[in-house]
């Protein structure tokens, strides 16, 4: 699954484990506060991609049936986990343009890494910007860290509705991730986490590849420094997910090889 770039523009956390999960019984579609609204798929489909043309990304229909099985399970969890706000869940536009085509911003910064980039998201929770960024994509790898239980069983469950697309997830804290859990490294490190820059610079100098590239994602007002050992600070990616949408910003850093 993999989505083409056409040349595009360009308070989020992780906490400790909160218990095991079993899969919600019953499907919720009911509307109100802390319920997914209803939507029509087509309707979500056709806002998925308009909005993936405004960040210069063309998305195939594999790739949006993936990113609709990816809220259609979000929409099972959400309720019991606490996984989006009440507002965004009972708004699937909102939810689309706040998490997902948020997401998908970062994907013109991890296509040109190769055809099948390996990517590590830290702090995945409810698999923002992982998952969207592995499907469209086309990645070889994707891990979601995530230490909270819970969440961590949600992203397994939604690796179990997407079997094309090659999805791990570690439910322990980024600082515990050994190498067998890396592996040969990431050609993408993502985090919409708030966590703190230096800590996604160390895991950058450590578990990326010659010329791989950090992708954090910045609000209004946010700024870091430019120089860092080992690593090359490349030019900031503005973006909007819809018009009227504040301007958010990627910050980017590719390894020195």
């Not at 990113?67 to 689309?96: F, I, K, M, T, Y």
């Amino acid at each position: 699954m993999s989505g083409t770039p056409s040349g595009g523009s360009g308070a989020r956390g992780a906490g400790s484990g909160d218990g095991p999960a079993s899969p919600p019984a019953t499907r919720r579609r009911r509307t109100g506060q802390g319920r997914p609204a209803a939507a029509d798929p087509a309707e979500l489909a056709e806002t998925l991609a308009e909005g993936a043309r405004r960040l210069g990304i063309d998305l195939g229909e594999e790739v949006l049936a993936g990113l609709l099985a990816h809220l259609d399970e979000l929409g099972r969890w959400a309720p019991r986990l606490n996984l989006v706000s009440a507002q965004d869940l009972a708004d699937p536009r909102a939810l689309v343009e706040r998490h997902v085509l948020d997401s998908l911003a970062a994907v013109p910064l991890v296509a040109p890494l190769g055809p099948e980039p390996a990517i590590l998201d830290i702090g995945s929770g409810a698999g923002f910007p992982g998952i969207p960024v592995a499907l469209a994509a086309g990645t070889s790898r994707a891990l979601l860290v995530e230490p909270r239980l819970r969440r961590a069983s949600f992203l397994r469950a939604v690796a179990r509705r997407l079997p094309g697309c090659p999805l791990e997830v570690a439910s322990r804290r980024f600082e515990d991730l050994d190498e067998t859990d890396v592996g040969p490294g990431f050609d993408a490190i993502l985090s919409r986490a708030a966590l703190p820059l230096s800590d996604l610079l160390a895991c950058a100098r450590r578990w990326l590849r010659p010329r791989g590239r950090l992708v954090a994602f910045r609000g209004p007002g946010q700024t870091e420094s430019s120089s860092v050992e080992g690593l090359r600070r490349l030019p900031d990616r503005p973006y909007q997910v819809a018009p009227g949408t504040p301007t958010m910003r990627l910050a980017a850093w590719e390894k020195v090889a």
